[in-house]
């Protein structure tokens, strides 16, 4: 079975543009998470999205938006982009939303904005 | 607010002799307690997990962690390091309720020395 997939897995950017990261979970699992990984420090928790809800947020600004589609794959927007979002977006599925289920990750998307 | 420390952001150790990774946590309840090892370029593998099951946690590639209450600690160790177990380490502890939200300490960056 294919793990979590993220694409693209690198990517550059100018201040100011907008990206979209994709994400699609291992089958059957239907919750996904976003984590913004800045280089030196731990996972920051940005969005979880089960049965295609947002389930939790995270402390970022509302330039940050996510969804998630009917087959359980999902999409992180960045809008108005800064030199301090680049980092590593990391994206995690489960079976369900909370942590009791496990989560496995993907090898993330290398943002890097010039 | 749940909140780890991870001591140390450094380890140094030779091949074959123990590993120990130190992290201490907060948390106003009962905690779910993960490690999770990131290679370079990688993404984020989860190594054990504490769900208040046993306080002994035996974990992949012989690492194991113990949950000490009076303590608030979870400090991972490995009787005999190899050269593959360099990498990145987080501990983390997951927030309570249904957002799937995790919190990740800073990180420990494992050296291993021939």
């Known amino acids: 079975d294919a793990g979590v997939t993220q694409s693209p897995t690198h990517l550059i950017k100018t201040r100011g543009q907008q990206v979209t990261l994709r994400c699609s979970p291992i089958?059957?699992?239907?919750?996904v998470s976003w984590y913004q990984q800045v280089l030196g420090q731990g996972p920051q928790f940005i969005f979880q999205y089960y049965e295609k809800e947002e389930r939790g947020r995270g402390n970022f600004p509302d330039r940050f938006s996510a969804r998630q589609f009917p087959n359980y794959s999902s999409e992180l927007n960045v809008n108005a982009l800064l030199l301090g979002d680049s980092a590593l977006y990391l994206c995690?599925?489960?079976?369900?939303?909370?942590?009791?289920?496990?989560?496995?990750f993907g090898s993330g998307t290398r943002l890097t904005v010039v | 607010a749940q909140s780890v420390t991870q001591l140390d952001s450094h380890v140094s150790v030779s091949e074959g002799t123990p590993v120990l990774l130190r992290c201490n946590y907060s948390?106003?309840?009962?905690?779910?307690l993960f490690w999770y090892v990131q290679h370079p370029n990688k993404g984020l593998q989860l190594l054990l997990k504490y769900t208040s099951a046993a306080t002994l946690v035996k974990g992949i590639n012989g690492f194991e962690a113990e949950f000490k209450k009076s303590e608030t600690s979870f400090h991972l160790t490995k009787p005999s390091a190899h050269m593959s177990d360099a990498a990145e380490y987080f501990c983390?502890?997951?927030?309570?309720?249904?957002?799937?939200?995790?919190?990740f300490g800073q990180g420990t960056t494992l050296q291993v020395k021939p």
């Open positions: 089958s059957g699992h239907k919750s």
């Open positions: 983390v502890v997951s927030e309570p309720g249904n957002t799937g939200k995790l919190i």
């Open positions: 948390s106003s309840y009962s905690p779910s």
């Open positions: 995690a599925s489960s079976l369900g939303p909370r942590d009791t289920y496990g989560y496995t």
